[in-house]
């Protein structure tokens, strides 16, 4: 499998994992059909907007190819029918099995996005380390901010202690090796699972940074 | 009236509108003269400015030509001094219609923004059709959602049910049949008036899309 | 000094007293170190994105040039290891103390961005007095917006009747003797000094606005 099918495979995965993920936002608050299709959209779709307007890429790619949207509507509508159609099947103990496969699609839209993100400014010609971070990143964390404003939640960023340091810490490792002559792919993989994993455990473990008391 | 008259009629007529409805958000949450004029100018011109930059028209119209703003602030501090130095005269009974005139305010808007997003995209050699009726979509509902989200509301599309799925229609059949040798202007009309009965008859109807019960 | 170091010098004390009243939000909210860093980078970096998105200056200066993250990281540090290790100092006295410097540190934010947004435009070869006078206000307080909106908070331009307003003025006063032939540093410096001045008054004089009272 060659550099941009890979990409594209990640852009899918991120795109349906955040679908997921934003859709049942939309279900936990009650909303209608409409409004679960339209976290779902935003918290799959955002981030890469945000990165595409940062990077100059225009139109952004989610208005010139309907492929990602699509999948994202589809996966919207997927788990709204599951709600829909089993809702009498769905006790407090399945849901709450439901929540943490919620927080692991999560987790892979944010892997999947930290690397597409660094992809697409690289292909644009970007070499800056700083900007390729900083671009992974917000697209990694960028559709979750989005959707969580608009559902009136406390920011995910703000929420999660190893949320943003997950995608970080990917996108550093992908930065270091990239100019080496490591398999592209292998280095897209492990980056992935590097944020995947680090965002795993910190669930996991309900790792803590620190804060301060009540003033 | 030639086709870029009538362009910058609707385009007129939008931000008059949603300079009203956004106001008069403003006004109901008890802002200061600023605030209110800030936010009729965020819901006026908002949309505009997110689809200027999504098609790469930098810098975005409203930055360009003051016309629009100054319309915007006109229609604010009209609204403003109506409740200003009629507010002895507004009852209940009066509160009630002034209200419904915003929402009739408010889907003119949308019905006008979602024809202006398209000519604007079209006008800059887009095609695509997916693209058209997103940029569209996102020119209708965006001053709105922003507005929203500024004055910590839940956004519009998602309190609404046909409300995104007004301009989506008005959109759709704008792109069908623009490629026929139908009059434009007509065309614009015709999708202005789509979106805009839509809009009324769903709120006329108090329709509803399925939702799933709280869990 | 020539023109340029001293736009940069406004960059740079922008940057940290905007990460300095950024921060301070997320330490009153009792977030973590992660969120207080993340509230300083908004504030600090959010306005001149949105000024870059709009004048097409891409990718936005905060992407190209790591210095202003970096000075803004590290102003949130500083802040959150002196609320730290200190905390058992700060009382409700030497903490309203505090809170007056932040403000003070807002309004130097404020004061700064209004110039430096200006400046961007004009070195871009912008001359509408329209477009340089909203870019200014736009760079002015488009990170206190953001902020205050992933923050959970009504946005500072709603709740402080003299916030656009100073800046609007100051960059009114900028264009109007812009092209006279004032030394160009001094005119910087002036206007700086009016924003920050009239939003001082606005803050000791508890000035306001007309409103309409509840409805």
Same mark, same amino acid.
């Given at each position: 499998?060659?550099?941009e ?5 990640f852009?899918?995965?991120g ?7 934003g ?25 890469g907007?945000?990165?595409?307007? $940062?990077?100059?890429?225009?139109? &952004?790619?989610? %208005? !010139?190819?309907?492929?990602? *949207?699509i999948? /994202?509507?589809?996966?919207? #509508?997927i788990?709204f ?15 709450k099995?439901i929540?943490k ?5 999560d987790?892979?839209g ?5 690397v ?5 400014a690289i ?6 380390k700083f900007l ?5 990143m ?7 901010v989005?959707?969580? $404003?608009?559902a009136?939640?406390i &920011?995910?960023? %703000? !929420?999660?202690?190893i949320? *943003?340091v997950? /995608?970080?810490?990917?996108? #550093? ?8 002559d490591i ?20 669930l ?12």
């Amino acid at each position: 499998m060659n550099y941009e099918a890979m990409d594209i495979l990640f852009e899918l995965l991120g795109t349906i994992s955040f679908a997921f993920a934003g859709s049942m936002v939309g279900i936990r608050k009650s909303m209608d059909l409409l409004g679960v299709v339209v976290l779902g959209l935003v918290t799959a779709l955002g981030g890469g907007c945000i990165r595409d307007l $940062v990077l100059g890429n225009i139109p &952004p790619q989610m %208005f !010139r190819d309907s492929k990602l *949207a699509i999948y /994202s509507l589809i996966s919207s #509508l997927i788990l709204f029918a599951i709600f829909y159609v089993k809702f009498d099947f769905i006790n407090s103990r399945t849901m709450k099995k439901i929540e943490k496969i919620m927080l692991l699609f999560d987790a892979i839209g944010l892997g999947a996005f930290t690397v597409t993100g660094i992809n697409t400014a690289i292909s644009m010609g970007y070499e800056s380390k700083f900007l390729l971070i900083f671009v992974g990143m917000v697209t990694g964390v960028g559709g979750g901010v989005i959707r969580d $404003v608009m559902a009136g939640n406390i &920011p995910v960023i %703000f !929420r999660e202690e190893i949320y *943003a340091v997950a /995608s970080f810490l990917g996108a #550093l490792a992908y930065i270091m090796f990239f100019k080496t002559d490591i398999n592209k792919n292998f280095l897209m993989i492990i980056t992935f699972s590097i944020v995947v994993i680090i965002r795993l455990i910190s669930l996991k473990c309900n790792f803590h940074l620190p804060k301060i008391k009540k003033i």
